[in-house]
């Protein structure tokens, strides 16, 4: 999607701060004891009441209203009875659609007590998006995105999940442009448009490049492949010449 009106960013923006204050409302409330599916639950009452809807849910049939992916999850965990624990690295991604404009975030957890190289892995998980999103820019390359983000988790001594890409967003939940490397990719030639809606979301990992589904009979969980804590945060943005506008802020 290429916005081109006011009331078009208007809605993009309403639909972004519903799913980045559902997500941040399910952070607060989690703690060991609390179940996937009580998680879940929080998010869909916030979006419900606000008059949103849930994006897999509608769109895919996601049995669920966000993915909640914990330790060995990658991305697209189910919600359900699974015991959030101490200790526990839980992603939570919420993508939302109201009024026929779509939302994407996502941020990773880490449950106290917290090992150090965990928490460091969170804070560069967040360094790393940020990294990202100073290449958005009107006539800039997208591969410029991919090249920075894996010039950072190269220095810092991280690998980057290599299948699970960034898209573009507005109009339903997958658009063009797909698949958005966040990582470095010499066959990628397009330019970031004025006015263009996509994520910006790179998965960054203490050894993990690619995410596997388990061969468990559930279609949609991934996991880390080679197995090691991996962590993801992601914005909605808008391409301008000023830089990246976020969508995706809760106030």
Known sequence: MVISTDDELAKLKEIGRLCALAMETMAKSLEPGITTRELDAIGRKLLEENGALSAPETSYKFPGATCISVNEEVAHGIPGDRVIQAGDLVNIDVSAVKDGFYGDTGSS?????????????????????????????????????????????????????????SHGIGRSLHEDPKEVPTWPDPQERRQLEEGLVLTVEPFLSLGAEWAEDGGNGDPWTLYSDPKAPTVQYEHTVVVTRNGPLILTLAA
């Open 109 to 165: 957890y880490a449950v106290p007590p917290v090992k150090r190289e965990i928490e460091k892995l969170c804070r560069d998980g967040r360094r790393a998006l940020w990294t990202g999103l100073q290449q958005v820019k009107t006539g800039k390359p997208v591969a410029g995105i991919g090249n920075a983000i894996g010039t950072f988790a190269r220095k810092n001594r991280y690998t980057l999940i290599t299948n699970l890409s």
